[in-house]
């Protein structure tokens, strides 16, 4: 299986230090939850990933089996099997979702043909598409939407889940940190990925303040984020320590990064 390797990662924004050495190894297959107080650096991570021009990376590697990410495009990081759930923030005016992950994923599989070239032919495409939504319970009529149009919250993580089982990536990041979620998208979100990482062997790495993100898909790992390093790595007990308890006896016992 493949191994997505992070190794001392320094990033800057604007010239300041964010993250100061950052060390994370995801194996295909795993769930890990990477959680901590509010401004200590997880949606930069999530961004330096992603390749974001602002997020600059000052030292150490990301590696997927040994390639190292960090000077790629965000793209060619698509190609290697990350998915970041925020590249594709996309409203097109008469695009409904079928189309679109239709486009997205003959994109991955097939990122050197040229517009307009050789989609996924409609009917193999139809049927996966069907098989996917039919495992993840999700309505048929959903795909027939237009992308984005009035979605309410649950249904653009609808999106983000359909996407990902669509694309199959090896690794997948997704920042769920925003306060905006609702029961409906903090239940789509859990369950979809707990449905995905049983039937598949992607990696993900869930960011989330919402231990309830963490219901249906009890990650193997969670990791706490202190001011731009990752102070701690514990089972899902931790989680539930830092859902009841908050963050000040991680903060104890890290003085150095409090
Ligand atoms: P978290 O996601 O854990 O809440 P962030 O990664 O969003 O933390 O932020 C970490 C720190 O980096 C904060 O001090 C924040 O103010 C700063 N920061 C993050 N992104 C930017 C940005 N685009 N411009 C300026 N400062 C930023
Ligand atoms: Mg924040
Ligand atoms: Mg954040």
Do not use: C, W
């Not at 401004?39 to 999530?46: D, I, P, R, V």
């Not at 698509?78 to 005016?93: M, S």
């Not at 649950?154 to 889940?161: N, Q």
């Not at 997704?174 to 995905?196: C, H, K, W």
């Amino acid at each position: 299986s493949s191994l997505l390797k992070i190794e001392d990662l320094r990033v800057s924004v604007d010239g300041t230090p964010i993250l100061k050495g950052v060390n994370l190894d995801i194996r295909q297959g795993e769930v890990h939850a990477l959680m901590g107080p509010n401004g200590s650096g997880k949606s930069t991570l999530a961004f330096a990933l992603m390749g974001h021009p602002k997020y600059e990376i000052t030292g150490g590697t990301v590696e997927i089996d040994g390639v190292n990410l960090v000077d790629l495009d965000p793209n060619e990081r698509a190609r290697l099997g990350l998915f970041l759930a925020f590249q594709y923030p996309v409203t097109i005016p008469g695009v409904k979702v079928a189309d679109f992950l239709r486009h997205a994923v003959t994109n991955v599989r097939n990122p050197d043909r040229k517009e307009g070239e050789n989609l996924i032919p409609m009917r193999e495409f139809r049927k996966e598409l069907k098989g996917k939504m039919e495992e993840l319970g999700m309505d048929l009529e959903f795909a027939r939407r237009y992308l984005n149009d009035g979605f309410s919250g649950g249904e653009k993580k609808r999106m983000e889940i359909l996407q990902l089982a669509m694309l199959n990536p090896k690794f997948a990041i997704l920042d769920e940190t925003d306060s905006g979620l609702d029961s409906d998208a903090v239940r789509v979100v859990s369950e979809g990925v707990a449905r995905l990482s049983g039937s598949t062997e992607m990696g993900v790495l869930i960011i989330t303040h919402h231990e309830r993100l963490l219901e249906f898909n009890t990650p193997q790992f969670t990791h706490v984020m202190l001011a731009g390093r990752i102070v701690e790595t514990g089972d899902a007990s931790l989680a539930a320590e830092l859902h009841n308890q908050g963050y000040a006896g991680v903060r104890e016992r890290h003085p150095e990064a409090a």
